[in-house]
Structures are given as structure tokens and as C-alpha cells.
């Protein structure tokens, strides 16, 4: 709060949910609400969302963030990597052979290593990635969101290296390695707040959900022992997040199920799809807003500005 000011700012934050190339679509639900004249004052992002978070953070222009990415994407060492994992199944004889030769050399990897891609790998990719050094060189309030592999918990960075951070929040599990910060080792904050509401809601008075999750797929039959595991894990995941993105105040979701984690090509067609998200329900988020501001005015009145805790 301004020194002399006796109603706290109402202040609007934004979580920035994962998805790999899916979360692409957070650029353009960042455009429509920046041309729209709201303000936001807080961002909170896990993998690709705090990747794009952290971008806009710096530039407060999702033009700019674009540029950026685009650069980024379009580079050999990102090219490299996300055709490794992008590309469907072949279904021709020697095609189904290529498939299942790579799927035996990303389990082989995965199970004599930490990750796929290597540290030395991870790092080439991330230098494309124009990124100010700290957390202290951006615009608007920033956090990011990780797992703490030890202590099997949530871990906000809000303060420091950022490019760490942002780094932390995005390590894939068995793709990328785990990232070592100041003694411990955090992977994907997908994992525990795949779209992080939740530490924005100290500090803010509306909180907007950007959600980028493929819808559930109806799944009539299981053969295999190993498929129901895997979709017992998924079902407990996104139970999870749906909860957790029930916190939010207003919630946009952008229509991306149909495009694969790792298909970065299909950028321009989620950042359009974040667009159109975005502009169909604008009036309703700023309707909402009005009345969120007129229905906090007496819980703001001679309270104080909250920021996130600097760590």
C-alpha cells in the first residue's frame, strides 16, 4: 500500500499452468488480457507456465514473450529434442521397428540414468532461452513452482537465480535431470500444483487460472498391468489439480487436448487457441473482476500489500 493510502491495491494474479507445448497458449490469453487494459500484478507458473511467466514477467509483453520463444523453439538443440519425443508412430513394418527401437532406448536410458536428456543437453537448450538473471530484474511479481524430490513437497522460488528456477519448474521427470539448488533436487512443479493458484492467493485479491491440461480420455478396456498403473497415477493427478485449480477466481481454458506435449511446431495454432480463449470469455473475467473489486473494498480498506515471501 502506498505510505498514505488507506485502501489496499486490488490486485490481479494469474497461474500459468504446464503442458509442454500446449502451455504455448498462455501467450495468447497474456495478449487479450494485456490489450484488454487489466493489469496484472502477480504471476505464478509451472513448467511451460513458468517458462512463458517468467518472459512476461520481464517484458510485461506477451508480443515480446512470443519473439522469445520463437527464437527459442526454432533453435537446433529444442528442434532436436522435441522431434525426438514428437513424432507419432509409423505404421508401416520398418516404421513400427524404428518405434520400438526408440522406445527401448528412452527406457534403457531412463533406467541406467537419471534422465533422457543429459545435464550438459538440458543446459545447451535453456542458454536459448533470453532469461534476466534474478528474480529482482522483473516487472511484475514472479514465482515459480518445483517439486522437492527429498522432502516430497511444494517449493516456491520467488527470489534468486532465476533461470534456475524457471529450470527446476520445467525438469520433466526421467526427461530432464533434477535440478540442484542450494543442497536439494527439484523436478516438474507439475507434480504437486500443476497450475499454482495457491501462492497467489496471499497476495492477491483475483486470481485467474490458465489451464492447459489435455481433457480426460474415456478408456473402455485394459490389457496390461502396467496401463492401469499408469492410469491410476494419471486419475489421482488430475483429481488433484482440478481441486487445486477450484481455488482460482476465474478459470480459461484453452482448447489444446489435441496437441502432443512435445509439438512445438503447432505454436502459432496454441498461442491462436489461448487468443480465442481468452477473447470469448473477456467480458465475463471483467465483470468479474468489477464485482470482486467492489465486494473486497471493506477487507481492503487500512490493510496492507502482500507480496511473495523473498526466500
Known sequence: MRKGALVKKFKVGIALGGGGARGLAHIG???????????????AGTSMGAVVGALYAAASDARAVEKNLAGFIGSKAVGEAAAFFSKKASTM?????????????????????????????????????????????????????????GKGDEKIFSSGNLKEAVLASS???????????????????????????????????????CDARPVRKM???FERGLAIL????????????????????????????????????????????????????????????????INSFPRRLFSKNVEFPKE
Not at 543446459?123 to 513452482?145: M, N, Q, R, Y
Not at 497450475?195 to 496471499?202: F, R, T
Open 93 to 149: 513394418p520398418f516404421g513400427k521397428i524404428l518405434s520400438a527401437a526408440k522406445q527401448f532406448f528412452i527406457m534403457n536410458r531412463a533406467v541406467i540414468g537419471p534422465s533422457i536428456i543429459s545435464a550438459e543437453q538440458i543446459e545447451a537448450i535453456f542458454s536459448e532461452l533470453h532469461l534476466p538473471g534474478t528474480f529482482d530484474d522483473l516487472k511484475i511479481s514472479f514465482c515459480s513452482v518445483a517439486t522437492d524430490m
Open 219 to 221: 478408456i473402455s478396456s
Open 29 to 43: 490469453i497474456l495478449e487479450v488480457i494485456g490489450q484488454s487494459g487489466l493489469a496484472i500484478d502477480a504471476i
Open 171 to 209: 525438469s520433466i521427470p526421467g526427461i530432464f535431470p533434477p535440478v540442484k539448488i542450494d543442497g536439494s533436487y527439484y523436478l516438474d512443479g507439475g507434480t504437486v500444483n500443476s497450475v499454482p493458484v495457491s501462492p497467489l492467493k496471499p497476495c492477491c485479491d483475483f486470481v485467474i487460472a
Open 230 to 293: 499408469s492410469r491410476a497415477d494419471a486419475i489421482s493427478s488430475y483429481k488433484l489439480s482440478d481441486l487445486q485449480i477450484e481455488q482460482a477466481d476465474f478459470i480459461i481454458k484453452p482448447d489444446t487436448s489435441n496437441i502432443h506435449w512435445a509439438d512445438f511446431k503447432k505454436m502459432d495454432y496454441c498461442i491462436e487457441e489461448g487468443r480465442d480463449a481468452a477473447k470469448k470469455c473477456l467480458k465475463e473475467l471483467q465483470k468479474a473482476i468489477l464485482w470482486a473489486k
